[in-house]
T-cell receptor, first 113, second 113 residues
Framework: DQQVKQNSPSLSVQEGRISILNCDYTNSMFDYFLWYKKYPAEGPTFLIS???IKDKNEDGRFTVFLNKSAKHLSLHIVPSQPGDSAVYFCAAPNAGNNRKLIWGLGTSLAVNP | DTGVSQDPRHKITKRGQNVTFRCDPISEHNRLYWYRQTLGQGPEFLTY????????KSRLLSDRFSAERPKGSFSTLEIQRTEQGDSAMYLC???????????FGSGTRLTVV
């Protein structure tokens, strides 16, 4: 059972435009969500997070929106740059004591010059 | 100490051999996680330490896998009698107990031939 879902395996946008990456979840007990970026042959790099008590968190070109009623979050990148091309993962720590991350399958973003 | 270090970055081994990977977490982080990632998937949880105590092991971790974290500092992950299905990227992450941020290492890419 996939508790964190990223239904778009890939996304292609033009440089300078907005990239919107989506994530849905099923477990209403999640209290925090994180976005990671991953280049091939490297470990995931933390991008931005949001607490479940917030609906928006912004950090530079990256903004994450959370809609708890829809169990949906999205990552907006504005403006998109070619260096943003990577796989983006949505993840949430499970509600137990170990706080292990539950991951989506990722969305591969290609930003075209 | 500015990040999580993993060694080696790449390992090619023959089926049936034993391999050991090392992870040096951020020094003040007392939580340490091992994940495994294969192509097209999000990272899969393998095991979790709080200080030197191994508090959880995934069912993915067969008896050929063992992890240690002596003295609550660095950690090792050993795979005995490697199989081709063990080929993956092995990721280590650390975090502080009350901190929801997780810092990942660059991973160890294992190829079993």
């Amino acid at each position: 059972d996939q508790q964190v879902k990223q239904n778009s395996p890939s996304l292609s946008v033009q440089e300078g435009r907005i990239s919107i990456l989506n994530c849905d979840y099923t477990n209403s007990m999640f209290d925090y969500f994180l976005w990671y970026k991953k280049y091939p042959a490297e470990g995931p790099t933390f991008l931005i997070s949001i607490s479940s008590i917030k609906d928006k968190n912004e950090d530079g070109r990256f903004t994450v929106f959370l809609n708890k009623s829809a169990k949906h979050l999205s990552l907006h990148i504005v403006p998109s740059q070619p260096g943003d091309s990577a796989v983006y993962f949505c993840a949430a720590p499970n509600a137990g004591n170990n706080r292990k991350l539950i991951w989506g399958l990722g969305t591969s973003l290609a930003v075209n010059p | 100490d500015t990040g999580v270090s993993q060694d080696p970055r790449h390992k090619i081994t023959k089926r049936g051999q034993n391999v050991t990977f090392r992870c040096d977490p951020i020094s003040e982080h007392n939580r340490l996680y091992w994940y495994r990632q294969t192509l097209g998937q999000g990272p899969e949880f393998l095991t979790y330490f709080q200080n030197e105590a191994q508090l959880e092991k995934s069912r993915l971790l067969s008896d050929r896998f063992s992890a240690e974290r002596p003295k609550g500092s660095f950690s090792t992950l050993e795979i005995q009698r490697t199989e081709q299905g063990d080929s993956a990227m092995y990721l280590c992450a650390s975090s502080f107990t009350e901190d929801r941020g997780y810092t990942f290492g660059s991973g160890t890419r294992l190829t079993v031939v």
